[in-house]
């Protein structure tokens, strides 16, 4: 049994971080936007102020509470509402990515100072790294560049034809 189930772990796991990854590519430049945007100055020095082990139960936080949205969005596709828990997947993850990519950037520094956490970081990497150097994340890369390229090309397209219809209403 024990032979069947280390695969299956493995595959699940695989999948997990795969789909953790293909957020955590939506997430970041929301993040990063959030960051440069929104001045919450006295909450961002208060963060950072933090020793390493508030900070890392800071960090948690929202994985703790929003992890559980999973299994909630499961039940609710189980159940035969598709689309409400396609949504509550999808924005809880964002949410949750989100959050921890902000509250990572401005205590990282403090959270590698934890033995545990910096090992358990280095681990995250390393398999990071494996899943990038794969053929199918290069491929899936170059799909997802070609996309945004055309997307970009529509959209200067379509401000173009929108720039032209209003001078020529003038």
Do not use: C
């Not at 409400?84 to 959050?99: D, P, R, W, Y």
């Not at 401005?106 to 790294?129: C, H, Q, S």
């Not at 990038?132 to 379509?158: H, P």
């Amino acid at each position: 049994m024990k032979r069947i189930l280390k695969p299956v772990t493995y595959i699940l796991a695989a999948i997990y971080f795969l789909v953790d990854a293909v957020f955590m590519a939506v997430a970041r430049p929301i993040s990063r936007w959030l960051g440069r945007h929104l001045e919450f100055k006295r909450l961002r020095a208060w963060i950072r102020s933090l020793p390493p082990y508030p900070s890392l139960a800071l960090f948690s936080v929202p994985v703790i509470i929003l992890e559980p949205i999973k299994p909630v969005a499961a039940y609710l596709a189980a159940t035969g509402q598709f689309v409400s828990g396609a949504v509550t997947f999808i924005l809880g993850e964002l949410l949750k990515l989100v959050l921890v990519e902000r509250l990572f950037h401005l205590t990282r520094d403090k959270l590698m100072r934890i033995p545990a956490f910096a090992w358990a970081y280095g681990r995250f990497a390393e398999v990071r790294a494996w899943l990038q150097a794969t053929e199918a994340w290069r491929a899936i890369r170059a799909l997802s560049r070609a996309a945004k390229d055309t997307l970009a090309r529509a959209r200067a397209r379509l401000a173009g034809g929108f720039s032209r219809l209003v001078t020529s209403r003038d």
